[in-house]
């Protein structure tokens, strides 16, 4: 079996943990643009003007922007 492994002969393992965390920041970042997509309808209902949602969702990202300060 050394002498497979020198040879270069044995196949790549998958990478469980990088899968797994691409997979974690996938989900999250949808669960993230569910939560602007919402606060942007509420601000839409709130302010009764029928904008462009994806403007709204502009607005609000600048708005949820922290300084760098």
Same mark, same amino acid.
């Given at each position: ?5 020198? $040879?270069? #002969?044995?196949?790549?393992?998958? #990478?469980?943990?990088? $899968? ?7 989900? @999250? @970042? @949808? ?12 601000? #839409? ?5 029928? $904008? ?11 708005? $949820? ?5």
């Amino acid at each position: 079996m050394a002498l497979a492994a020198i $040879e270069g #002969n044995l196949l790549a393992t998958p #990478n469980y943990q990088f $899968e797994k965390r691409q997979r974690d920041l996938a989900k @999250k @970042k @949808k669960q993230e643009e569910k939560r602007r997509q919402k606060l942007a309808d509420k601000a #839409n209902e709130g302010s009764g003007a029928a $904008e462009d949602p994806s403007e709204a969702s502009e607005a609000v990202a600048s708005a $949820e922007r922290k300084p760098d300060a």
